[in-house]
């Protein structure tokens, strides 16, 4: 299994095997490589503090930049939204929502 370390160093971008939508003020993800009925292959829908993470994740930005930005933004405490920042890109590469371009260092 591809198991990898999201840390706050990590570059993640959208996955190619998704399609968004934007219903009512949320994001809804649906993964296209439906399986075997996992909870992976479930439509996610993201609010709108998820959706302002999700339109940062391009692929050149580190997690730890994205929370930075989101910090100012929504005015938080830079630690906690980096916390959940990490925690919420673990979840959607678990789910193959999101890939991870690489672990920082390079």
């Not at 989101?70 to 980096?82: D, H, M, S, T, W």
């Not at 890109?89 to 920082?104: C, Q």
Request: charged letters at 30%; a negative charge.
């Amino acid at each position: 299994m591809n198991e990898s370390i999201c840390t706050a160093n990590t570059i993640c971008k959208p996955s190619e095997d998704i399609v968004v939508r934007e219903i009512e003020g949320e994001l809804v993800i649906v993964p296209l490589a439906a399986g075997t009925g996992d909870v992976e292959d479930e439509p996610y829908t993201l609010n709108e503090t998820g959706k302002a993470m999700w339109n940062r994740l391009d692929g050149k930005k580190s997690l730890a930049e994205v929370a930075a930005e989101l910090a100012v933004e929504f005015e938080a405490a830079p630690e906690e939204i980096e916390r959940d920042v990490v925690g919420l890109a673990r979840e959607l590469l678990k789910r193959k929502i999101l890939a991870e371009v690489s672990s920082g260092g390079a």
